[in-house]
């Protein structure tokens, strides 16, 4: 039993929590996802859109979902069925855990990549080859059946041993200590990657937005990004909120949670683009970016191979705490709602995205139909590609839309400010938090969907 009288697990203090949600948002999103994104769009218009949408979507979405979980204590579904019974809103929920099998499928495969290039990193594979070779080896890798499906196992069998067990003082303790390694070795890579002959270039598509260059693709994978690496949208927020305890300040944590996120997905920006235009490769590569940019760069620092390592290992740590916030959501709405015990939640929940990421872990060149699905203005998406952009930023568009549009409209800005006031009894921002979750956020992403739905070839 803890504090609020309830069987469910709580954070044991703000810090706690704040680690548990930052550990959730820092993840693959941050160093795999977003340079990928942002090199296939343009660089820095793209940015910019994505760090506008932080600041005037996502933070009061976050603080929104947050305020609704610890109300309810639910998961998703739980927290529409409770708020709005016998509304049709719980199918809203229904799509936040069907997003988490989704996002999860692919996430788990190019977790288990980050498996892989550990062993290979350790073991020195990379140092003798040049950048061509580098690239194709990363294609041998991820092409070959038996190491894609392998490594994707091994990845979701540790997040269910972790979900077991419960995820508070395993995660809360490891997060204390290794974030900040993570936090050291990026820097020290934008350092090397920021000097390497060649780097302006990379700087300037970081920083000179070309705004005529802008689609209105970009923009919305400007506005997905931003969802996917908050963890917003499928209600793994909802969920990790409601394991909060009443006394904590929701909007603090929520500005530092985005703050580190953001921070990290920056820095993770400037050590791949200028060494990737040191090099001669092509911004737009796509899934495979870091995975080529980043051995070139440990082959040209000192010590580049224990680093490399390290930076392996703890990427695939990064996206341990995030995965498993993830799987959560469907583990937490078999737990609430149907009422089963732990054990069997996750063996559904993390067995059901192995499943459903085998196409996508056959996807990069294992089978030729899965790797060449379908060609959308002129760019081939593979299974993964796709999975990555239906679940990875439409369903979190959609998601964030109702969770906006809920609060601002259904439950409530009295309702939502009087629990934000629960742990912030000035919360002085009542009006703004009002103003931006009413009006500015859904006119923001309905305006978005309409330009989708009038330009068809936007869509991907
Ligand atoms: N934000 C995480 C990352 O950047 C991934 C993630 C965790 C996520 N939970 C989520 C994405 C919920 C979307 C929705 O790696």
């Known amino acids: 039993m803890n504090a609020n009288g309830s069987e469910r697990g709580l954070w044991s203090s703000k810090m706690g929590f704040i680690l548990a949600g930052a550990g959730s948002a820092i993840g693959l999103g941050n160093i795999w996802r977003f340079p990928a994104v942002a090199g296939q769009n343009g660089g820095a218009a793209f940015i910019a859109i994505y760090l506008a949408s932080i600041v005037l979507v996502c933070l009061s979405v976050m603080i929104a979902e947050l305020s609704l979980g610890r109300h ?13 019974p016998g509304s ?3 199918y809203l929920g229904l799509l936040g855990v069907l997003t988490g099998w989704g996002i999860s499928s692919f996430y788990s495969v190019v977790a288990g990549w980050t498996l892989g290039y550990i062993v290979k990193t350790a073991t020195g594979v ?3 080859l040049d950048s061509d070779q580098i690239t194709q080896e990363f294609l041998n890798f991820v092409s070959n059946p038996v190491a894609a499906i392998g490594f994707h196992a091994a990845f979701m069998a540790i997040t269910m041993l972790i979900l077991f067990g419960g995820v508070r003082a395993g995660i809360e303790r490891w997060s204390k200590i290794l974030m900040p390694i993570l936090l050291g070795i990026l820097v020290l890579l934008v350092i090397r990657s920021v000097t390497l002959p060649g780097a302006e270039k990379g700087l300037a598509f970081l920083m000179q937005p070309k705004w005529d260059e802008l689609t209105g693709r970009g923009v919305l994978a400007a506005v997905g990004q931003a969802f996917f690496s908050l963890s917003l949208g499928m209600g793994t927020m909802i969920t990790y909120g409601s394991y909060l305890a009443k006394k904590e300040n929701i909007v603090s944590s929520a500005v530092w949670i985005a703050s580190l996120d953001t921070l990290i997905a920056l820095l993770a920006g400037l050590a791949i683009f200028p060494a990737l235009f040191a090099m001669n490769l092509e911004p737009t590569i796509g899934a495979g970016l870091i995975f080529i940019v980043l051995p070139n760069i440990f082959n040209k620092i000192f010590l580049g191979q224990l680093f490399g390592t390290g930076f392996f290992v703890l990427l695939g740590i990064a996206a341990v705490t995030s995965l498993i916030s993830i799987v959560e959501v469907p583990a937490a709405y078999f737990i609430d709602e149907r009422k089963w015990s732990r054990k069997k939640a996750v063996w559904v929940s993390g067995i059901g995205a192995f499943i459903a990421g085998l196409p996508a872990a056959l996807s990069l060149g294992a089978v030729d139909w899965l790797t060449n699905l379908m060609t959308i203005e002129g760019r081939n998406y593979g299974f993964l590609d796709l999975m990555n952009l239906l679940f990875g930023q439409y369903s979190l568009i959609i998601g964030s839309l109702g969770v906006a549009v809920f609060v601002g ?7 939502a400010n009087s629990e934000i006031r629960e742990g912030n009894p000035d919360f002085k921002q009542a009006k703004t938090f009002g103003f931006f979750i009413r009006f500015f956020a859904p006119i923001a992403i309905t305006g978005l969907l309409i330009y989708l739905l009038l330009n068809p070839n936007a869509f991907a």
């Not at 309810?72 to 709005?84: E, F, I, S």
């Not at 409209?409 to 309702?415: I, R």
Request: zero cysteines; charged letters at 15%; glycine letters at 8%.
């Open 409 to 415: 409209w259904k439950w409530g800005t009295a309702n």
């Open 126 to 128: 990379f140092s003798t």
């Open 72 to 84: 309810t204590q639910k998961n998703p579904v739980g927290m529409y069925n409770t708020l709005a």
């Open 88 to 90: 049709k809103w719980k």
